[in-house]
């Protein structure tokens, strides 16, 4: 036995085999061909589609499928099983947890991947009851345009960061061994609360996106759409890369984080409203300033990125 | 004689022979060594800084020097030239042309490339006063985040829109022969009035550089700035790429262009405000609608953009 956790385990069960579970599950079979662990056994996905779990196992990225609606299929699927990843949207948490409950090993850690993280506890909790310390809540914050199992990389997690967020109930060791899966991935693991995680993901992540659906949304209501769309230039694609992103995932981290979201929004608006009245009145050394502010604080950030700097302590 | 006039003159003079004066001049002499015209004997650039006028002739950008300040130097510089070009910050349009106005030529085509027209047709009139007839409004849209001589390309403007916007004054050839210089750099020409290429850059330009300058000021001005900035990802880095530009010629684009900008502005602002309700009263069902037709707008942009359409009739 070590301090630190080595990833081993046998049975992973992931629900919701796409880009983000399709990664886990491709990223812990190469650790197991080239780590010192053990490895896999075994990883099952579950889901509705039937399609989508067959493309999963042709692809060698799960060994087995269980229709969600089939009950002894989940039963066996749960039976045994070390590890459930939950990687579909974050409106499904409650119904799936209550889904997966009556099957639920006492040995089994049930972790998430969702976008959100106070209303997945909320769900948990009402879903798993006593059972709570069974659930530690999660988020890899990684992604691609492509989404589906065929865009699922074994390297999606390296060097990107994945919050835990404990909860109270959780055992350390418990904790402790969802950390070491993550690690085994390549990702930095970093703990946070539920309110920190959702106030910073609301900020850098939620509002950017609100943002950029409602630039799209302006132009798409102004009496010259086409015009405008036909000079739109390298800027507005990337301020609106974003707005290609799925308007279901998007609609529900918007409704799951909308307090900390509301706060970022009016935070925003009010800074907005600030520059408005410097560009009407021609102050151009307040413009400048903010401007030049904000340029170098992009341009460090980017350099930091860039130099690959651990990330800083998330307690300061 | 042809219809349309085919790129051939003698002496070109380049106010500011940074990314955008340079990339005319490269682009014009590898025009002048492949194509039918003669191309150009001379590119003269001028401007304040005697270090930055030494590297372009360094690097062949251009054939000779002059500084702005030195009378006889710039009377030489204009004599017998065909085009002016100004390439410098909009806010200096007015004391450059008023630098000009007494050594040109009455046979010398002066035009811009700056992002804003109205306001520099404004201080084109005011500079050169019965003699605006000489000068056409234009704006090519490109760019790079490199800036200076070095970063200049011959193939910058290859299929990019440079708009010319024609005044009431100027002769139908002398418009034709700067659309034929723009057409001879690989560049897409469409005329538009004033008025409507402000609105437009104002939209699809100025009103992202606005908000994603705003996103990292606010993100600045939040106590836990730090733990936000080590959490951004991807989706952040696109969105806020442009707040890397320059600060000083942004607070002058946002000035000259403030009152297309606040329109512009007012109906975002008013677009977020519908959004911030729906978040509010968890109102999936608007949010989706949104970003549904958000995402369909954007995707079928980047389709045409890429499939590199030819950008539609501006008259409409």
């Known amino acids: 036995m070590t301090a630190v956790a080595v990833f081993s385990f046998d049975k992973l069960v992931i629900f919701g085999v796409g880009l983000i ?17 053990a ?4 990883v099952i996905g579950v889901g509705r589609s039937s399609a989508s779990s067959k493309r999963a196992v042709e692809l060698g990225v799960i060994d087995g499928a269980a229709a969600l609606q089939d009950d002894d299929a989940l039963r066996d699927a749960l039976s045994g099983a070390d590890f459930v990843l939950l990687a579909a949207p974050v409106a499904q948490t409650q119904p799936l947890l209550e889904r997966i409950a009556p099957y639920l ?8 991947a969702g976008s959100t993280k106070s209303d997945v506890v909320e769900a948990a909790r009402a879903a798993l009851g006593t059972r709570i310390a069974q659930f530690v809540p999660g988020h890899p914050i990684a992604g ?8 699922a990389l074994p390297d ?9 967020c404990p909860l109270p109930e959780n055992a350390p060791a418990a904790v402790e061994r969802v950390a070491a899966m993550w690690r085994a ?6 703990e946070m ?14 509002l950017p996106h609100v943002l950029s659906f409602a630039l799209v949304e302006q132009i798409l209501a102004s009496p010259d759409a086409a015009l405008k769309f036909s000079f739109a230039a390298g800027g507005f694609r ?11 995932m998007w609609r529900d981290i918007c409704v799951a984080n909308r307090a900390a979201l509301l706060d970022e929004l009016d935070a925003y608006t009010a800074v907005l409203a600030r520059l408005r009245s410097a560009i009407e009145a021609g102050d151009g050394a307040t413009l400048e300033a903010v401007f030049a502010r904000s340029r170098e604080a992009r341009s460090e950030w980017q350099e930091r990125r860039v130099a690959g700097a651990t990330p800083g302590d998330v307690s300061t």
């Open 39 to 42: 490895g896999l056994r075994q």
């Open 185 to 190: 991935t390549g990702g930095c693991v970093r």
């Open 156 to 164: 999606l997690y390296v060097n990107r960061n994945v919050v835990l």
């Open 144 to 151: 691609r345009e492509a989404s589906g199992v065929d865009a």
């Open 238 to 248: 990337d301020f609106t890369r974003i707005a290609a992103s799925s308007p279901e």
């Open 21 to 37: 579970g399709g990664s886990l599950a491709r990223a812990l079979r190469e650790y197991g061909e080239h780590g010192d662990a």
């Open 105 to 112: 090993d006492a040995g089994t850690i049930v972790t998430d």
């Open 193 to 206: 609360t539920c309110e920190q995680h959702d106030r910073v993901l609301a900020s850098v992540s939620h």
